[in-house]
């Protein structure tokens, strides 16, 4: 059971979202802890890397296109559902 949740919100920043990956994954944490990045509405573009990024660091990636009609942004669902995985 994971004691930390972490969550990174992102529509499209690849690049900044990239670096951010890499240092939740890179850091040495002695806890257990799940990670779930909130796809808001990006690109297809963007999707299809964020896709790729999830298999190759193991984080998982919540689509909210799939999950709502609402235009990003999308704040108040990405807590709601934290909270719910939580």
Known sequence: MALLHIITPVK???DS???TIAAVSGS???I???YRI???Y???ENTAILQQLSQEYAFEL???KELTDHPSPNYRL??????ERA
Do not use: G, W
Request: no cysteine; net charge negative.
């Open 12 to 14: 499209d920043s690849i």
């Open 17 to 19: 979202t990239r670096l």
């Open 28 to 30: 040495a944490l002695d």
């Open 32 to 34: 257990p802890y799940s």
């Open 38 to 40: 909130f796809n808001d």
């Open 42 to 44: 990006s690109s297809e």
């Open 62 to 64: 919540v689509n909210l």
């Open 78 to 83: 990405t807590l709601q559902l934290s909270q």
